[in-house]
């Protein structure tokens, strides 16, 4: 009998470690960022909204998509031009890099949307944060679909997480209404973030209230304004429909541009940003990822914390060789002659817009060339204005 009781309680003891090891084994890790558990408090909720702008900025916007404009056009048979002509047959890397990098963008924001209203809060400073964590997400995703009507026109579009949809299949839908959304959401950002001097945030590489009304203002602006357009119903798409207009609805277009007016009214009401008296100053302190009055919004591009966007290495100052202390320069945008001559004498604006010399760098020393009209470079990105 004694024996029967020791089997059975080696055989309970056996099912209880059992059980325990199962529990475990299946306990969550603490390492683990699911949607579930990076909301259970408001530090996390932060450092996930944060999250968000990782793929806001891709070093292609600049390098690529925002080059060759009426002001200057590239001295190479190179992408830079082919973009700058509506030409891109041959950019399907770079363009499915971008077009990727805003999606990506935009389902974070869409799962912090759809998750931030359960993040508990035990105080008004709680509650005053989430809100403006709300309020990024929500200017985070409308930025991030600017961008994608701005450089590809009609696009897929969607505003819940991949996990809540039942199909991932989408076509191409108006940008009318892509922009109408985007304002919408800016619209509510503004309501639900803080200004900057109030804001629980210390650098302007995440939006406040100041940022959402410049984004505001020039989503409108896009929305309100002519742009190349087809013929969505037809499939495959016809080239011959395109053409460049509006929407069609007139006083939806005199909503934008009040939208827009309104939203910088606001800003300059406010009195925390100012336009800067020198406008050299404005282009030094880029250079030297320093902010003032005019920051409103610098993800990515030019901060403290900037990444490579290579701002200045294909639209700066014209150069050759390269230094120890400057790098190398290489400017492939060089600023239409023409454009020298369309400011008034005195517009201290043309100086620092087009550059009229060159750097030649070597080892030894660098020495200044000064270029013919033919040559001069876009004056606003000098490498010799870094430190």
């Known amino acids: 009998m004694k024996k029967i009781f020791n089997i059975m309680g080696a055989a309970l003891l056996l099912g209880t470690l059992t059980t325990s090891c199962e529990d475990w084994l299946e306990m969550p890790s603490e390492s683990k960022a699911d949607s ?23 070093q292609e916007l600049g390098y690529q998509l925002l080059e060759g404009t009426d002001e200057s056009a590239s001295k190479e048979s190179n992408s830079k031009y082919n973009v700058s002509n509506y030409d891109y047959t041959n950019l399907t890397g770079m363009l499915s890099n971008v077009y990727t990098s805003m999606y990506k963008s935009i389902e974070y924001a869409n799962v912090c949307i759809s998750k931030l209203g359960k993040v508990p809060v035990s105080s008004e400073a709680d509650r005053i944060h989430v809100n403006g964590l709300m309020g990024e997400a929500l200017a985070v995703r409308a930025y991030a679909y600017w961008n994608l009507v701005r450089f590809y026109g009609d696009v897929p579009f969607n505003e819940r997480p991949t996990s809540e949809l039942n199909t991932f299949e989408s076509s191409r839908v108006s940008r009318d209404t892509i922009y109408d959304h985007c304002v ?19 650098t302007p590489e995440r939006f406040t209230k100041n940022a959402a009304y410049g984004i505001l203002a020039r989503v409108a602006l896009y929305a309100a304004g002519q742009s190349l357009r087809w013929n ?9 429909t395109v053409r460049i207009d509006r929407r069609d609805d007139q006083k939806r277009v005199r909503e934008l541009y009040q939208i827009a007016a309104d939203a910088c009214l606001a800003v300059i009401q406010k009195g925390e940003n100012d336009l800067v008296s020198n406008y050299d100053q404005l282009f030094r302190d880029l250079a030297l990822k320093q902010y003032n009055n005019e920051t409103m919004f610098e993800y990515g591009w030019y901060g403290a914390n900037s990444i490579d966007c290579r701002t200045g290495y294909v639209n700066g100052l014209p150069g050759s060789g390269e230094s120890l202390t400057l790098g190398k320069p290489g400017s492939q945008m060089m600023a239409i002659p023409t454009f020298y001559f369309e400011f008034e004498d005195g517009d201290q604006r043309r100086d620092v817009s087009v550059c009229n010399y060159a750097l030649i760098l070597n080892k030894a020393g660098d020495t200044y060339r000064m270029n013919t009209y033919a040559g001069m470079g876009v004056g606003k990105y000098r490498i010799n204005w870094k430190s």
């Not at 973030?193 to 629980?200: G, H, I, V």
């Open 36 to 58: 579930e558990s990076v909301f259970a408090t408001v530090s996390r909720a932060d450092m996930t909204v944060a999250g968000c702008y990782t793929s806001l900025h891709h």
């Open 184 to 202: 919408r959401d800016l619209q509510k950002a503004v309501e639900l973030l803080p200004w900057r001097s109030e804001s629980y945030l210390s």
């Open 232 to 240: 969505l119903d037809q499939v495959p798409y016809d080239n011959s």
